[in-house]
């Protein structure tokens, strides 16, 4: 089966590592104090006023000390003070481009690259409009014996508070790691990323090297039961897909309404639009693509995947016809997977004219792509090209796309660019076959779950899957992943939505992981250096 079989020849491992002898008592001590319904409380208290602090991430954000909105992230770091005492009174802080924030915990064998844990202090702004559909005001941060109420706590704040929680325990606790940690909090995620991630990785390679992480813990997505039955899968991420943002743009003569040409650019960009949704990507399966791991573990181990689904992904481990039938067999099953067989593109923005007697001189649109995992920036520009290029000949345009200039027309310019500079290949995959590192994450997943107050005996299944957003940090380890620990019933509405709020006790669940997954990392202090 080669390497796309490796996560499901590897789950009869995932038991291992437990928290061992080595940090065993510690382990028990802190698991005891989690339970107790003291520290759930501060646990809420805590989670509740970094909620209160309304640290909104705007698309429109000005220079930081120009823009008096950054202020707000002043005051987070204020009651990040406050609320984790330990953690900024005994470790190093070090805050980089004015707010974003790396807090290192040295270990006492400098030898051993250090291990990164990552969230964000930013959260998406709540829409006025919608404040009174609210259960509770969206910056409350109330507890209702349950849930945890407000903007940020699925996404990312709950992280925030996670690791703090979990170092400020440990620290109290007498623990001192052998391996150094470090906690990377951004501040821009939810728009731009160009203020925090990217001065944050900068700074880090600067002081360690390339790939001188052990590996980065980054926010993604929850375990469930998404095929039924009493099996569990988690989904670390472990490859991301390529981005691009395409601006078209229609320039042509303005004029008066009453003496209007065959088409107006309003017309001719309406046209290009259609060519572009008339031509969707076609859904592609390569064995080596991680969506290919991902359902050879729903194949082997998911009870309510269609029996023909799992034949034929048994087979498509080596008959090509197989693997193209595969393909669209899980389209058919579950249309949604189309995101993850293809570049997706979405038409999301589109502007023109000023005036209902006035002929557009200029209108746009912005086109949102996400690149397949197999695919390329330079390959997607190529087939926009040969998507568009037909309509600028048809209405006589010139064609300019991504710098070059490919037709040439007298009615006016149609105008391909990369909208705001921010196209990205797909991220170099994570390696999981035989990966000691992928194998540490893979364990603690199941004995953080095994070990969880009310576990039901469940299967638990591991397997890589497809995320986004960790690209400032590819410099620094191969070793990228991308998870919450987090049941996806924990939250009430899900994110970036009216009613945001979960589970105190999954706060407590992830707190229990980020533990163990320190304690686990520590043990591995025989390890390699380099991974």
């Given at each position: 089966?080669?390497?796309?079989?490796?996560?499901?020849?590897?789950?009869?491992?995932?038991?291992?590592?437990?928290?061992?002898?080595?940090?065993?008592?510690?382990?028990?001590?802190?698991?005891?104090?989690?339970?107790?319904?003291?520290?759930?409380?501060?646990?809420?208290d805590r989670l509740g006023a970094i909620i209160r602090v309304p640290s909104e991430s705007y698309d429109d954000f000005g220079k930081i000390g120009?823009?008096?909105?950054?202020?707000?992230?002043?005051?987070?770091?204020?009651?990040?003070?406050?609320?984790?005492?330990?953690?900024?009174?005994?470790?190093?802080?070090?805050?980089?481009?004015?707010?974003?924030?790396?807090?290192?915990?040295?270990?006492?064998?400098?030898?051993?690259?250090?291990?990164?844990?990552?969230?964000?202090?930013?959260?998406?702004?709540?829409?006025?409009?919608?404040?009174?559909?609210?259960?509770?005001?969206?910056?409350?941060?109330?507890?209702?014996?349950?849930?945890?109420?407000?903007?940020?706590?699925?996404?990312?704040?709950?992280?925030?508070?996670?690791?703090?929680?979990?170092?400020?325990?440990?620290?109290?606790?007498?623990?001192?790691?052998?391996?150094?940690?470090?906690?990377?909090?951004?501040?821009?995620?939810?728009?731009?990323?160009?203020?925090?991630?990217?001065?944050?990785?900068?700074?880090?390679?600067?002081?360690?090297?390339?790939?001188?992480?052990?590996?980065?813990?980054?926010?993604?997505?929850?375990?469930?039961?998404?095929?039924?039955?009493?099996?569990?899968?988690?989904?670390?991420?472990?490859?991301?897909?390529?981005?691009?943002?395409?601006?078209?743009?229609?320039?042509?003569?303005?004029?008066?309404?009453?003496?209007?040409?065959?088409?107006?650019?309003?017309?001719?960009?309406?046209?290009?639009?259609?060519?572009?949704?008339?031509?969707?990507?076609?859904?592609?399966?390569?064995?080596?693509?991680?969506?290919?791991?991902?359902?050879?573990?729903?194949?082997?181990?998911?009870?309510?995947?269609?029996?023909?689904?799992?034949?034929?992904?048994?087979?498509?481990?080596?008959?090509?016809?197989?693997?193209?039938?595969?393909?669209?067999?899980?389209?058919?099953?579950?249309?949604?997977?189309?995101?993850?067989?293809?570049?997706?593109?979405?038409?999301?923005?589109?502007?023109?004219?000023?005036?209902?007697?006035?002929?557009?001189?200029?209108?746009?649109?912005?086109?949102?792509?996400?690149?397949?995992?197999?695919?390329?920036?330079?390959?997607?520009?190529?087939?926009?090209?040969?998507?568009?290029?037909?309509?600028?000949?048809?209405?006589?345009?010139?064609?300019?796309?991504?710098?070059?200039?490919?037709?040439?027309?007298?009615?006016?310019?149609?105008?391909?660019?990369?909208?705001?500079?921010?196209?990205?290949?797909?991220?170099?995959?994570?390696?999981?076959?035989?990966?000691?590192?992928?194998?540490?994450?893979?364990?603690?997943?199941?004995?953080?779950?095994?070990?969880?107050?009310?576990?039901?005996?469940?299967?638990?299944?591991?397997?890589?899957?497809?995320?986004?957003?960790?690209?400032?940090?590819?410099?620094?380890?191969?070793?990228?992943?991308?998870?919450?620990?987090?049941?996806?019933?924990?939250?009430?509405?899900?994110?970036?939505?009216?009613?945001?709020?979960?589970?105190?006790?999954?706060?407590?669940?992830?707190?229990?992981?980020?533990?163990?997954?320190?304690?686990?990392?520590?043990?591995?202090?025989?390890?390699?250096?380099?991974?």
């Amino acid at each position: 089966m080669g390497a796309a079989a490796s996560a499901v020849e590897d789950q009869s491992n995932l038991a291992y590592p437990s928290s061992g002898l080595t940090h065993r008592s510690l382990d028990l001590a802190l698991d005891d104090l989690y339970g107790t319904q003291d520290f759930a409380l501060e646990v809420a208290d805590r989670l509740g006023a970094i909620i209160r602090v309304p640290s909104e991430s705007y698309d429109d954000f000005g220079k930081i000390g120009e823009d008096d909105r950054w202020q707000t992230f002043a005051v987070l770091h204020t009651e990040l003070k406050r609320l984790f005492p330990s953690v900024y009174e005994t470790l190093d802080v070090v805050n980089v481009n004015t707010y974003a924030q790396i807090i290192t915990w040295r270990g006492t064998e400098t030898n051993l690259l250090p291990l990164m844990l990552t969230a964000h202090m930013d959260v998406v702004p709540v829409d006025a409009s919608t404040s009174d559909s609210w259960t509770y005001p969206p910056y409350s941060g109330y507890f209702d014996g349950t849930w945890v109420w407000g903007r940020g706590t699925c996404d990312d704040k709950v992280d925030l508070l996670s690791l703090l929680t979990t170092v400020e325990s440990m620290i109290k606790a007498g623990f001192v790691p052998s391996r150094t940690i470090v906690l990377a909090f951004g501040i821009d995620e939810e728009s731009a990323g160009t203020q925090g991630a990217p001065y944050i990785a900068q700074y880090l390679e600067d002081i360690y090297g390339k790939n001188k992480i052990a590996a980065i813990l980054d926010e993604g997505a929850a375990y469930e039961t998404p095929y039924g039955g009493n099996v569990i899968f988690a989904n670390p991420a472990t490859a991301e897909k390529g981005y691009l943002d395409l601006r078209v743009e229609v320039s042509t003569p303005g004029g008066h309404s009453s003496v209007p040409p065959s088409h107006t650019g309003i017309g001719m960009l309406a046209s290009v639009i259609a060519e572009l949704e008339a031509h969707p990507h076609e859904p592609s399966l390569k064995r080596s693509d991680t969506f290919f791991q991902e359902i050879q573990c729903a194949a082997a181990f998911g009870p309510e995947l269609p029996e023909s689904i799992k034949q034929l992904a048994y087979d498509a481990v080596e008959d090509d016809n197989a693997l193209g039938n595969l393909s669209q067999a899980l389209l058919e099953w579950d249309p949604a997977a189309i995101a993850k067989l293809s570049t997706t593109q979405a038409v999301d923005v589109i502007s023109g004219g000023v005036k209902v007697n006035a002929l557009p001189e200029n209108v746009w649109a912005l086109v949102n792509h996400r690149i397949a995992e197999h695919s390329s920036v330079s390959e997607l520009q190529d087939r926009i090209i040969s998507i568009v290029g037909p309509v600028a000949v048809m209405y006589n345009l010139t064609l300019r796309a991504f710098g070059k200039n490919i037709t040439t027309g007298d009615k006016g310019q149609l105008t391909l660019t990369d909208a705001f500079d921010t196209a990205l290949e797909p991220a170099p995959t994570t390696p999981v076959r035989d990966s000691e590192p992928y194998g540490i994450l893979a364990g603690t997943i199941v004995a953080a779950l095994q070990s969880s107050p009310g576990y039901d005996g469940s299967q638990i299944i591991v397997s890589p899957s497809l995320a986004i957003d960790t690209k400032s940090y590819w410099n620094l380890t191969r070793n990228i992943y991308r998870y919450a620990h987090v049941p996806a019933d924990a939250y009430f509405n899900g994110l970036h939505t009216v009613n945001e709020a979960i589970k105190l006790d999954a706060v407590i669940g992830r707190i229990r992981f980020y533990t163990r997954f320190i304690l686990n990392w520590d043990e591995a202090a025989v390890a390699q250096t380099v991974f």
